[in-house]
């Protein structure tokens, strides 16, 4: 019983800090409305297709980091796309423009009867 527990709670553990949120920008955090906020998906999810954050504007992601704030204008994003059932995955660079105040959120998009990566794009929740 105490392992099944020591599993649960490391899961736990692992789902929590893969939704953490990274700051791109520099000084101190910022109110919602004046960021935007761009999310990837979490790095420990066990899903057929994910599209994994991997840098913004050069700055690299780190392991527990799914989402991050950045202020508004143009951005750079470097994102992996993966389709764990066919092994496919694809780097892609993303030219984006965000706004203030706005959530964004990461899409793959597959071909080949959904086995392949084709690119990702960014829409707006």
Do not use: W
């Not at 949120?21 to 935007?36: C, L, W």
């Not at 989402?67 to 030219?95: A, F």
Request: hydrophobic residues 40%.
């Amino acid at each position: 019983m105490i392992h099944i527990r020591l599993v649960v709670n490391a899961l736990a553990c692992a789902m929590l800090l893969g939704c953490s949120t990274q700051q791109a920008y520099s000084g101190a955090a910022r109110p919602a409305e004046e960021v935007a906020l761009i999310k990837g998906d979490p790095k420990f999810r066990l899903t057929p297709v994910a599209a994994y954050l991997r840098s913004v504007d050069d700055q690299v992601m780190g392991d527990t980091q799914s989402s991050v704030q950045v202020l508004p204008g143009e951005h750079e994003l470097v994102v992996d796309c993966v389709v764990t059932t066919s092994g496919d995955r694809q780097r892609v660079r993303l030219q984006i423009v965000v706004k203030a105040g706005e959530r964004y959120r990461l899409e793959p998009q597959l071909s080949g009867a959904n086995q392949v990566c084709d690119t990702v794009r960014m829409i707006k929740e």
